[in-house]
């Protein structure tokens, strides 16, 4: 699986990288058709609360690809929501094979 990791308008900490690796394979161990795992973050409003906005991308062979946009205080609680909704729609495709 390939982990590709995009910060718009910023350098990204090596902690946020290895917290983004670390869910990215556990999410590969569970769905192991994954080939690319690509997430995008931006800070949205640098004055506002709710201002990191991360975009998830799962790529599979035999599935169309799957997003989820989240908004958040923090890029890890952003990461975390969106690879739940990436769970759940992974897991309806699952269930209608």
């Known amino acids: 699986m390939e982990v590709r990791i ?3 308008h910023f350098e990204i900490a090596d902690r946020l990288t290895d917290f983004i690796n ?4 556990r999410l590969a161990r569970r769905f192991p058709d994954i080939t690319v795992f690509d997430t995008i ?3 949205v409003k640098p004055e506002s609360v709710m201002n990191k906005e991360v975009i998830v ?3 599979m062979p035999s599935h169309d690809d799957v997003v989820a946009t989240k908004v958040a ?4 609680e952003a990461v975390d929501t969106a690879i ?7 897991e309806k495709y699952k269930e209608k094979k």
Request: proline share 0%; net charge neutral.
């Open 6 to 8: 995009q910060a718009i």
């Open 22 to 25: 670390k869910k990215a394979e």
């Open 41 to 43: 973050l931006k800070v």
């Open 57 to 59: 991308r799962v790529s």
């Open 73 to 76: 205080d923090s890029f890890e």
């Open 84 to 90: 739940e909704a990436v769970e759940r729609q992974l």
